[in-house]
């Protein structure tokens, strides 16, 4: 059953999983993880004029990303290239290029989780209606190094991670807006990848303002030069006035249940002189409280490493 | 004229290839078709008690559901008829026995796909479950359950090698190392996944399009699982999407036949990419332990290895690979002693099989490394040793029959270290100036331009070179029967007009059509356009052997140059058309002694030698290839640029193996059944780094001196590589793949010690 | 069932489909045009990348009812007037293939990369291949055949 609608608020009343751009509902469904309805949303792209597939500036500055923008937009975009360079450089590093090119915004937001055991048939956990974590006691070198208890499979949004970094807002279909990180919550709730009910339809993406002389950089950690999945990745947004960082917004990927803010870095850069000296003790700071598996010790040194590397690039 | 030969002729499918026309078995459909669905176990190791398919036989459009009491004689196997076509219940007494999770139990056939599929859904099986055996170490234990109940233990093959006195010749050794290597799995991953049809044709024989690597076996495997002569059937091959080694044993071949044959109908099915990597064999993992010893002045004195290989549930070619990586274990050297125990072992894992190489990556991987070893524990330059002890024309094998004439070992060694900076000096010792580990900066000219990677910081890259040399053997070896037909026809007046020829030799994509075009152009003195092939199905021609062991084009050119010589002479005599049909056979070889292992195991071999260049980032531990110099000496290259490309890619699968393919298995499940998941090399991983080199030295037995070569540059890259790793960061990597994690907990544990 | 109507390869047809057939089944199934192949069904390898209206998109993500309106060109289209398109040429001089499975998706890939950057470097070549997979070349020969085929457009 496939149901194509042309309104947003054919949504509540209909029943099934959303399809946007499809390259995860349809892998999903290839491998038997899915296998109900399907609300298909392509069509409100031209919905009022279209501002659901576009990216707009406001008079305030702000910008709203519609959500069945594609990655592959996000990632030209002028606005986003100019004013929110880490996003666009985020978006222009994640999966190939047809798929940025048919993969939308919201999608890549409310994706669900890579683990392949989610995505093996045979094996039910916690976000299949089972009770456990298959990843947890058998193969896991990609998972989690700060683990909630639950599932130990890494949030796999890239733009979700970016936007913490951005403290954007997020805007769901008759109820307005909520900071994204209300989005994905603190991952304490294995069955869950976002907090979005099934016909509650998240609409726009609103990035606050542009901060004036910031530097940006985006690092993905991959095991290979190309399209995977991140072993750990990071964002960095800093200010510099006068040898100081006066400004810093930092995101991790890769390493919870959920994207990460990693606000005790910030404090530790904000106030503290740009050098090199100032980003390693930060850096270092990424890695307090993690409580990696067995298999994945080596993260918490490559997340210290990579957002070493983020930070030098932001300072570069 | 222009000689075909040593041209770089265009290959002959290149314009259906790129116009998208060329047909793959999934391309073709045939009016009334049905679709097929294989259902799998699903569960790794278990007694069916009962399969119920009423209701799926009741399900919409649903024709057939074909279960192990409809297979008339259901067992097969490439070496031995170890697997039932399905497995279940109302069979054979072992019939029932699930050994993989990919153990097919029962064919749907239905009006379309999705009604096949959904009735698949509706199949009950009645398990008894059995314990899982998925490490070949424990399936040894004594009291290990038995994979096959009617074998004594899960040791489903062993060959031994004894030369020598070992413990005498361990007595004179200076130094001895001793280590123990494991590789993994990997998956063949060719593009395109199984597919085919089957149909029962007009004059009542049954017919099946598929890709494979070797008609004539297909055929034969059929016949036999369906209990008719093969005369009854014709197995037809359109393009074919890549194989390695991954189409040799029967995937769809019998189920095809079997549901067109039982229905009467034709027969269509496809599988996704999930049911290949789940469905098919892979490359054996195997486990060594080594122990060599050589002297102060470079000698080699003893080898003695220990080897294990993981069948999973079959035979497959698990005793000839085993039978390959006996020989291969120990590198192409002259070693006075060797004792060699080899054993291949059942589990439930998914089976071994044929994949570039055949054992020798694996074997080499083990051999190079000693060698390797042994050279920084006598504190002499790794090429001199080398040459020190390679094999030379005159020099006896492991198997203690003289080394085939035209041994190039020493050759294409000398000239990959040649490019990678070795120099030889006055007195004839090979050395290279001493690669000191550096540790560069990021920021500095070294760094990648490829941004997105695991190198995080780049801030301390070490770098360093190694180099390897291996040989592998032309054909089927020990003992074998090797053959191959071929048949041309010369059509005209007074002059030739058109030649027809005909050879079955499989094309995966490495070019064989093209190659015999050329070599028949030479053969009749014609040119390539007045050649028509005739390569299609068993109709044509007798067996050509299978596209593997790098024989196809050394079988059959030889078997062409026959047939294009005989019907030469049959034009002289006026026959019109001149027809000669000619099968060559090259010299016989024989089976190891079951004592000793002493056999002239091969018809001849072919030699690779690489020197690889990596870049360890020494805080993530991922490594990466800078450059990697193959040299294979293919004795004349019939196609320079079909030769290129066969190097190139073999490389490249060879670095997907060594350092980014990982093939996981857990509990008998395959984690890895998706291109997601299980990475294969992309465009970026490959950048500009292989260079490819021919050298031409003519092996005297080899029509027009060619050697085989597809195999060769898939071996030597993984103990190069390695030897790298260790000359830039002083580890040595026992233990393959070589990913991050696996590099990241070495340099951890050299940095606490 | 649903009706589309989509111009491919130049021509417009207007066709029922289930609204969960994907664009690459109806192109090969409904339409018989097999040279757009499928070879990993999880949008990892891009054997069946087509162009939809100007963009290289790959055809197993897209649903057959979302091409409704959508101008389409397959491997088969490329070519005109019975001349190949450079880039087919260029695979051709260069080697750029062997089993020819991920040729097709490869080359509309290719084809659409050097329309939208002509003077594109080697490095962009081989970012813009980025979501194409081939097993049997080591894409040696595939980048040369689309720097090839860049050069003899500029």
């Known amino acids: 059953m496939l149901t194509i609608i042309t309104k947003p608020e054919e949504v509540q009343n209909t029943a099934g999983e959303i399809r946007a751009g499809g390259t995860d509902l349809h892998d999903r469904y290839h491998l038997g993880v899915s296998a109900g309805p399907i609300v298909d949303i392509y069509k409100l792209k031209s919905f009022n004029d279209g501002e659901l597939g576009a990216i707009t500036q406001a008079a305030d500055d702000s910008t709203h990303i519609g959500a069945l923008a594609t990655i592959d937009q996000v990632a030209r975009d002028p606005i986003v290239t100019q004013h929110y360079a880490g996003l666009a450089k985020a978006a222009a590093g994640l999966a190939t290029p047809q798929i940025r090119s048919a993969a939308s915004m919201g999608g890549a937001l409310l994706q669900r989780t890579r683990c392949w055991f989610f995505r093996h048939p045979h094996y039910v956990c916690y976000k299949k209606g089972g009770d456990g974590c298959f990843a947890r006691a058998r193969h896991n070198p990609n998972g989690v190094i700060f683990d909630a208890g639950g599932c130990v499979y890494p949030h796999p949004s890239t733009l979700g991670m970016a936007l913490l970094a951005y403290e954007a807002e997020v805007e769901v279909y008759g109820q307005g807006r909520r900071p994204i990180v209300a989005l994905y919550g603190d991952g304490s709730d294995p069955t869950r990848d976002h907090l979005l009910a099934p016909n509650e339809l998240l609409t726009y993406v609103h990035l606050p303002p542009p901060v004036a002389n910031e530097r940006t950089a985006y690092f993905r950690a991959i095991g290979r030069f190309e399209a995977e999945w991140p072993i750990v990745e990071c964002m960095v947004r800093l200010v510099v006035e006068e040898g100081a960082i006066t400004f810093a917004r930092v995101g991790a990927g890769g390493v919870a249940a959920v994207p990460l803010r990693l606000a005790n870095v910030e404090a530790e850069l904000v106030g503290q002189p740009a050098t090199q000296a100032t980003i390693e003790r930060a850096s270092t700071v990424a890695a307090a409280g993690a409580n990696p598996l067995p298999h994945t010790a080596p993260k918490v040194d490559f997340l210290v490493g990579a957002l070493l590397h983020t930070l030098e690039q932001a300072l570069d | ?428 010792r090979w050395q290279r100036a001493a690669h000191a580990p550096s540790i560069q900066s990021a920021a500095g000219p070294q760094a990648s331009a490829r941004q997105t990677s695991l190198d995080a910081s780049r801030r301390r890259i070490a770098t360093g070179v190694g180099i390897a040399v291996c040989y592998k053997n032309v054909g089927f070896s020990l003992g074998f029967p090797e053959h191959c037909y071929a048949k041309v026809e010369l059509y005209g007046e007074a002059e030739i007009e058109k030649a027809v020829v005909s050879c079955l030799g499989a094309d995966v994509g490495q070019g064989a059509h093209t190659a015999f075009l050329q070599i028949a152009a030479d053969a009749l003195n014609l040119p390539p356009e007045r050649i028509e092939l005739q390569v299609e199905h068993t109709d044509i021609t007798g067996s050509s052997g299978s596209a593997s062991a790098s024989r196809l084009t050394f079988m059959a050119g030889h078997a062409i140059q026959g047939a294009a010589a005989g019907a030469l002479q049959e034009w002289q005599h006026e026959e019109r058309p001149a027809r000669c049909e000619f099968v060559f056979h090259p010299r016989p070889t024989t089976m190891y002694d079951p004592e000793t292992g002493v056999a002239d195991p091969s018809v001849t071999y072919g030699y690779c030698a690489q020197y690889a260049e990596v870049a360890v980032d020494l805080d993530t531990g991922h490594v990466e290839v800078t450059r990697l110099v193959s040299v294979n000496d293919v004795g004349k290259a019939i196609n320079p640029q079909l030769v290129e490309g066969q190097i190139e890619g073999a490389a490249a699968q060879a670095i997907g193996w060594t350092l980014l393919e990982n093939f996981i298995q857990k509990d008998g499940r395959t984690l890895t059944p998706h291109l997601s998941n299980y990475l294969i090399p992309g465009v970026l991983d490959i950048a500009d780094v292989i260079e490819p080199v021919i050298l031409e030295i003519p092996d005297p037995q080899g029509p027009l001196g060619l050697r085989g070569m597809a195999e060769m540059p898939m071996i030597p890259t993984a103990p190069a590589i390695a030897a790298a790793i260790h000359n830039a960061t002083g580890i040595w990597i026992d233990q393959l793949p070589i990913v991050p994690e696996r590099m990241w907990t070495a340099l951890q544990a050299q940095n606490g010690a | 069932m649903q009706s589309i109507t989509l111009t491919v390869n130049g021509k417009s047809y207007t066709r029922d489909v289930e609204p969960r057939m994907l664009l690459v089944d109806f192109i090969r199934n409904a339409l018989g045009l097999t040279g757009t192949n499928i070879a990993c069904d999880t949008s990892q390898c891009g054997a069946c990348t087509i162009h939809m209206d100007g963009m290289a998109v790959k055809s197993c993500t897209v649903l057959a009812v979302q091409a409704d309106g959508a101008d389409i060109t397959t491997i088969e289209g490329l070519a005109t007037n019975g001349h190949l398109h450079p880039m087919q040429q260029a695979f051709w001089d260069q080697h750029g293939l062997q089993c020819g499975y991920c040729t097709p998706g490869m080359i509309m890939a290719a084809a659409k990369l050097v329309e939208n950057n002509p003077g594109i470097t080697e490095a962009e070549i081989r970012h813009g291949l980025e979501g194409n997979l081939c097993r049997c070349t080591g894409y040696q020969n595939i980048v040369k055949a689309v720097a090839q085929a860049a050069a003899a457009g500029s």
């Not at chain 2, 050794?173 to 990997?186: F, G, N």
């Not at chain 2, 064999?281 to 122990?291: D, Q, S, T, V």
């Not at chain 2, 698990?318 to 050297?333: F, I």
Request: net charge negative.
């Open chain 2, 1 to 428: 004229m222009m000689r075909a030969v040593g041209s770089t002729l265009s290959r002959v499918d290149v314009v259906d290839k790129v116009a998208g026309v060329a047909q793959y078995p999934g391309d073709i459909d045939l009016p009334g078709q049905l679709w097929m669905k294989v259902v799998f176990a699903g569960i790794p190791h278990a007694q069916i008690n009962a399969l119920n398919v009423d209701r799926a036989r009741a399900a919409p459009g649903v024709v057939a559901v074909l279960t192990a009491a409809d297979v008339p004689v259901n067992e097969y196997g490439l070496i031995i008829p170890d697997q039932p076509v399905l497995c279940g219940p109302g069979s054979t007494p072992t019939a029932a026995h699930v050994r993989w999770e990919a153990d097919q139990i029962a064919l749907v056939v239905a009006a379309t796909k999705a009604q096949a599929e959904a009735a698949a859904q509706l199949i009950e099986v009645d398990y008894t479950p059995l314990p899982v055996i998925t490490d070949p170490l424990a399936a040894l234990a004594p009291d290990a359950p038995r994979i096959h109940a009617n074998l004594p233990d899960n040791v489903l093959y062993s060959y031994r090698i004894r030369r020598g006195h070992m413990e005498s010749a361990f007595a004179q050794a200076d130094v001895i190392v001793e280590s123990e290597y494991r590789t993994h799995a990997q998956e063949h991953a060719y593009l395109q996944p199984e597919a085919g049809l089957a149909f029962v044709r007009d004059d009542g024989r049954i017919e099946v399009i598929i890709a494979g690597q070797w008609m004539h076996e297909d055929r034969q495997q059929i016949a036999h699982a369906l209990g008719l002569p093969e005369e009854q059937i014709v197995v037809r091959y359109p393009a074919i999407g890549g194989a390695f080694g991954g189409r040799e044993d029967m995937s769809l071949q019998i189920v095809l036949a079997l549901a067109a044959w039982k229905t009467g109908r034709p027969i269509k099915t496809i599988w996704s990419r999930e049911e290949s990597i789940v469905g098919h064999h892979k490359r054996h993992p195997f486990i060594f332990k080594a122990k060599w010893g050589a002297t102060k002045a470079g000698k080699v004195v003893a080898a003695q290895m220990d080897v294990i290989s993981d069948a999973g549930g079959y035979m497959y070619t698990s005793n000839k690979v085993l039978g390959n990586a006996l020989v291969a274990c120990l590198g192409p050297y002259d070693i006075p002693n060797v004792h060699v125990d080899a054993r291949t072992v059942l589990t439930n894992n998914c089976p071994g099989g044929a994949f570039r190489g055949f054992g020798g990556p694996q074997g080499h991987f083990a051999a190079e490394m000693q060698m390797t070893k042994l050279a920084a524990a006598l504190g002499m330059d790794p090429v001199e040793l080398r040459l020190q002890n390679v094999l030379r024309d005159g020099a006896l094998l492991p198997t203690q029959s003289v080394v085939p004439p035209g041994c190039t070992a020493a050759e294409t060694l000398e000239e990959a270290a040649r490019r990678g900076g070795w120099m030889q000096s006055a007195d004839g």
